[in-house]
């Protein structure tokens, strides 16, 4: 790309224009993540990067100003830059008068240049952490994003940040500071390495074709349009090439993945499982589903995870089992972002599809196959070396081998259909050496294509690293942490939960004799990037008393680190107690209503009738106060 190409200002001299041209190609990069940052998400990931590109590209003649403002010490060499590249991207998200709220914005306002045929572009996608900024990121104004953007990835002052934004036309620039400073300090420094992430560079891109399968029907149609011309123009007799031969398997193009791949590549997931199962030559069986997945017939029943798009395969996609189960056909593709089963039986066509997008060794080790009378058949992945099933519900009992065929279909799986706390089962299975030595993991059905990944996070000072990382739930304290909370896991979200984390924040003496309780807040991610949570409190010999359900939120996660909670307890004695408690940052609990008590520590037990009103706020080793969770925003504000 020659970027003296692209414009000439008329006011500047040469000099001045080749120097914002030398700090654009220097600066190209943090440029257009600074575009691509604050566009609206609206516009979709392959339209906010082409308009990040064409915005930075076309911001050199706003960047050479006619008279150079003098050199003083402090002065921002990349001011100029900085302040075109916002300026464009803030028009781009003004509504065009009387433009309906919360509409995309037109077609027209995406600048035309660079112009990509053909193919779809996107940043490579990030994890659940990404997913959870940019949701923050999203609710924000425009110019908040732009202000946070600026401060926290450009490294610019809240002075500086104010006057790009000043400058670039916004109005209200103080208060576009004060809210993405509000962001900045709840999110913490980790946002910092999340910023600078794949997810958010539109100059690392992954090329992918548009929609073969409409594209294919629309050369068609061109092509009989052409051929009826020319038959009625020419006269012609016969023309024996006017289109693709319809009867050409579809399964022709499908991806085949050697049987050995999973064991020589770094990226084990569902792009290294090979095609298995008695069927995988059937073309006719292949063929019949990849018909039902580009457009289903009617009466296919289509089962579709949230947050899934129901499209046609995009590209030719992986084939990942085609074989008889049970009696009936079941065919197994991957897309690269999607899991599509289809399945044959006496009522019909069944179509189920569910995203799987940067699933990893544990999320990517099963998939459902069937569900037939309360039970689960599984198809393991090919690194899975050892399987078995474990009742979550007895945490001393040992997990039960579990059979699975050369195809790697387990035998029936029984499957929990809520309503009391007799069983839980979940799926134990351990990785081959050649991926990770003595690995193992545990897998819960929750009614999805792909069973949840279940990890655990222990109390503060119980061997958990100060980063507070979640670990494999496979230990004894975590089979009885899920022992007391596995009955409760249907409230986690159900289809389309990625992983299911139970963190203990807090531990408490209960009075009057009332034992020992753990607080725990569970923590189901999904494959979209929200998080639903359940805390609870749990003693010995009882299940996990349910304190609080919400849903769509960041705390207890990366970016919601705190937490407090609180409920009304009645002890062994008959008195009733309000209970509180935080996370290890709680240096004070404050309780406040029809009953007001301070104390110090992560705890708090007073006694109040049972029908009290009341609210808990807690206060950080850094000096912010936290709300407690469910009553609104769950991260910490400055007092």
């Not at 709220?101 to 240049?113: F, I, K, Q, S």
């Not at 290890?584 to 007001?596: F, I, K, N, Y």
């Amino acid at each position: 790309m020659v970027l003296s190409s692209l414009s000439r200002s008329p006011h500047g001299s040469r000099g001045r224009l080749l120097h914002a041209e030398r700090r654009l190609a220097e600066r190209y990069a943090e440029l257009v993540r600074l575009a691509y940052l604050v566009l609206p998400a609206s516009l979709g990931r392959h339209r906010r990067v082409l308009a990040a590109h064409s915005l930075v590209q076309r911001s050199l003649p706003d960047a050479t100003p006619a008279v150079p403002a003098p050199r003083t010490p402090g002065t921002d060499p990349d001011r100029s830059l900085r302040v075109a590249v916002v300026r464009g991207a803030l028009a781009q998200c003004r509504r065009p008068r009387l433009w309906p709220e919360g509409a995309r914005p037109p077609r027209l306002l995406v600048p035309r240049l660079p112009v990509v045929l053909g193919l779809r572009l996107a940043p490579r996608s990030g994890g659940a952490e990404e997913m959870a900024l940019g949701q923050a990121l999203s609710d924000l104004s425009a110019p908040a994003r732009a202000a946070f953007v600026l401060l926290r990835v450009e490294g610019l002052t809240a002075d500086h940040t104010r006057g790009v934004l000043e400058a670039a036309g916004e109005a209200d620039a103080q208060v576009a500071v004060r809210q993405a400073a509000r962001l900045d300090a709840s999110l913490g420094t980790a946002a910092e390495a999340v910023l600078t992430s794949d997810e958010f560079d539109a100059c690392t891109l992954r090329a992918r074709p548009t929609d073969l399968v409409r594209r294919r029907r629309r050369v068609r149609v061109a092509g009989l349009a052409v051929l009826a011309g020319a038959l009625t123009a020419g006269g012609l007799a016969a023309v024996t090439h006017s289109a693709p031969d319809a009867r050409e398997p579809r399964s022709a193009g499908l991806v085949r993945v050697d049987p050995g791949a999973w064991a020589d590549t770094s990226r084990v997931d569902f792009t290294a499982w090979p095609a298995r199962g008695d069927r995988v030559r059937d073309r006719a069986l292949l063929d019949r589903a990849l018909a039902v997945w580009a457009d289903p017939p009617s009466g296919t029943r289509i089962d579709r995870a949230p947050g899934t798009p129901a499209d046609p395969p995009p590209r030719a996609p992986r084939l990942l089992y085609a074989g008889s189960v049970g009696g009936h056909a079941v065919v197994v593709f991957h897309d690269g972002q999607r899991l599509v089963r289809y399945g044959e039986s006496g009522t019909g066509e069944r179509l189920a599809l569910a995203r799987v997008d940067d699933a990893d060794v544990t999320t990517a080790a099963a998939v459902v196959l069937e569900e037939r009378g309360g039970a689960v058949r599984y198809l393991l992945a090919p690194w899975v070396a050892e399987s078995s099933v474990r009742d979550l519900t007895r945490p001393d009992a040992p997990a039960q081998p579990l059979s699975v065929a050369r195809d790697g279909v387990t035998a029936p799986v029984p499957r929990w259909t809520g309503g009391g706390c007799g069983r839980r089962p979940a799926l134990q299975l351990r990785s081959s050496p050649a991926i990770a030595e003595h690995h193992a993991f545990l897998l819960a059905d929750l009614g999805g294509l792909t069973p949840a990944h279940l990890t655990y996070t222990p109390l503060p000072g119980h061997g958990s690293p100060p980063a507070r990382q979640p670990r494999e739930a496979t230990g004894p304290a975590a089979l009885v942490a899920w022992g007391r909370t596995g009955c409760d896991l249907d409230s986690a979200g159900g289809s389309g939960v990625r992983a299911v984390n139970a963190w203990d924040f807090a531990e408490q003496d209960l009075p009057d004799g009332g034992g020992h309780a753990v607080w725990t807040c569970a923590r189901a991610d999904t494959w979209q990037g929200p998080g639903n949570i359940t805390v609870s409190l749990r003693r010995p010999g009882k299940n996990a008393q349910v304190v609080t359900r919400v849903r769509s939120t960041a705390a207890c996660s990366r970016f919601g680190q705190h937490v407090v909670a609180r409920t009304h307890w009645k002890s062994p004695h008959g008195h009733w107690y309000v209970l509180a408690a935080g996370s290890r940052a709680v240096t004070s609990l404050t309780l406040t209503g029809d009953v007001s008590a301070t104390r110090s520590g992560h705890t708090l037990a007073v006694r109040a009738p049972k029908d009290a009103s009341t609210k808990v706020r807690a206060r950080l080793t850094s000096g912010e106060t936290l709300p407690e969770v469910g009553s609104g925003p769950s991260r910490g504000t400055r007092p």
